[in-house]
Nanobody, 126 residues
Framework: QVQPGESGGGLVQAGGSLRLSCAASGRFFSRYAMGWFRQAPGKEREFVAAINWSGASGRTYYADTVKGRFTISRDNAKKMVYLQMNSLKPEDTAVYYC?????????????????WGQGTQVTVSS
């Protein structure tokens, strides 16, 4: 079991950058795929990015809306996951959640994930 906890959110101007961090407590962190999701006010939660477990060489997956701007990475020794967000747009404004997945079948689907953090707010001003 792992418990994710996000940090690094804040207010940034359009075109700026933020780096979100996710610290995961618990055992066997490297066996979990880790994902980032976001939820804007009045909208459903959506997939942002995922990175699979160390056994599969850390392959990454991105939503089309963030591809080329966001980068997900992980440090298994530190039990950390990061989301580097560049060229931010007002439409990136949302609460960002980190999640852990033990099933390794569909990284895009939120229901796939076993454990979720509390979220961190990202606000991008125009």
């Amino acid at each position: 079991q792992v418990q994710p906890g996000e940090s690094g959110g804040g207010l940034v101007q359009a075109g700026g950058s933020l780096r979100l961090s996710c610290a995961a407590s618990g055992r066997f962190f490297s066996r979990y795929a880790m994902g980032w999701f976001r939820q804007a006010p009045g909208k459903e939660r959506e997939f942002v990015a995922a990175i699979n477990w160390s056994g599969a060489s850390g392959r990454t997956y991105y939503a089309d809306t963030v591809k080329g701007r966001f980068t997900i990475s992980r440090d298994n020794a530190k039990k950390m996951v990061y989301l580097q967000m560049n060229s931010l747009k007002p439409e990136d404004t949302a609460v960002y959640y980190c999640a852990a997945d033990s099933k390794h079948s569909d990284y895009v689907a939120g229901y796939e994930y076993d454990y979720w953090g509390q979220g961190t707010q990202v606000t991008v001003s125009s």
